[in-house]
């Protein structure tokens, strides 16, 4: 079982930046590959930004990259998104969430993330 609190949302002026933090709980936390999804009103769930168990491999969205940082502290049992030149679209609730990260999963593979932090609102102002 992984447990996961989301923190550091709020609002910001567009071209401002945000840092999201996601603390776990369990001894094995760098089994896990660990990823930040956002979702607004009527949206799907969309994977922004994924990490692997020891930080080797990251994923990241189109609409993210070169803006948004994923990066973990295995002893500290926690992942971050640093989030830069926010843009008024970035608007939305981000979730941290936790797969068990073997040889052959896939960041990705999004129906693979079965751990779920409550989420935490960004707000981007133009």
């Known amino acids: 079982q992984v447990q996961l609190v989301e923190s550091g949302g709020g609002l910001v002026q567009a071209g401002g930046s945000l840092r999201l933090s996601c603390a776990a709980s369990?001894?094995?936390?760098?089994?896990?590959?660990m990823g930040w999804f956002r979702q607004t009103p009527g949206k799907e769930r969309e994977l922004v930004a994924a990490i692997s168990g020891r930080g080797v491999t990251t994923y990241y969205a189109d609409s993210v990259k070169g803006r948004f940082t994923i990066s973990r502290d295995n002893a500290k049992n926690t992942v971050y998104l640093q989030m830069n030149s926010l843009k008024p679209e970035d608007t939305a609730v981000y979730y941290c969430?936790?797969?068990?990260?073997?040889?052959?999963?896939?960041?990705?593979?999004?129906?693979?993330?079965?751990?779920w932090g409550q989420g935490t609102q960004v707000t981007v102002s133009s």
């Open positions: 969430a936790a797969q068990w990260y073997g040889s052959r999963s896939s960041l990705q593979a999004v129906n693979e993330y079965g751990y």
């Open positions: 369990g001894r094995t936390f760098s089994s896990y590959a």
